[in-house]
């Protein structure tokens, strides 16, 4: 449930730091999609991943690069609840933000969707990495991991 937690943290995060707009998963029919909220909303959404090739551990562990993505749906354009003001806002609350099991998001691009009947909606994307681990369930003989120690600890 790694992506769901990914999406599900920047949905807080926004919620916390843009309390006075809606703040939601981005809509499974967009062409139905109507905006309700007075101000705006911010539509999170999970563009994909990228794998980059194994590492050599004796199983598959391959290092994964997320995208996301924040759609501004904003009633006007300009001024302090506009959708220019509302992207530097969005920015400034995830960059280096850092979902769980993850490293921080950075801002990776943000461009104009449209404009329709004094609607206006952005979009910024984000990106973090994370690490794709092979399942390997554990059989219940084998004894589990409790400690580690180093080479320079003294045996008990």
Known sequence: MVTIGIVEAIISRLQERLPGLAVTLFPDKP????????????????LGSQFATTLDTGFVVQPRTVR???????RQLNGADGAIAILDQV???????????????????????????????????????????????????????ATIGTAEEEPD
């Open 31 to 46: 062409v139905e999609y109507r905006l309700n909220h007075p101000v705006g909303a911010l539509l999170v959404s999970y």
């Open 68 to 74: 996301l993505s924040v759609t501004v749906v904003l």
């Open 91 to 145: 920015r400034l609350a995830l960059v280096g933000f850092c979902p769980p099991s993850c490293r921080k998001l950075r801002a990776v691009e943000e461009n104009f969707l449209d404009e329709d009947a004094g609607i206006w909606q952005f979009a910024v994307d984000f990106s973090t990495e994370t690490v794709q681990v092979e399942y390997v369930p554990q059989e219940n003989n084998e004894p589990c991991l």
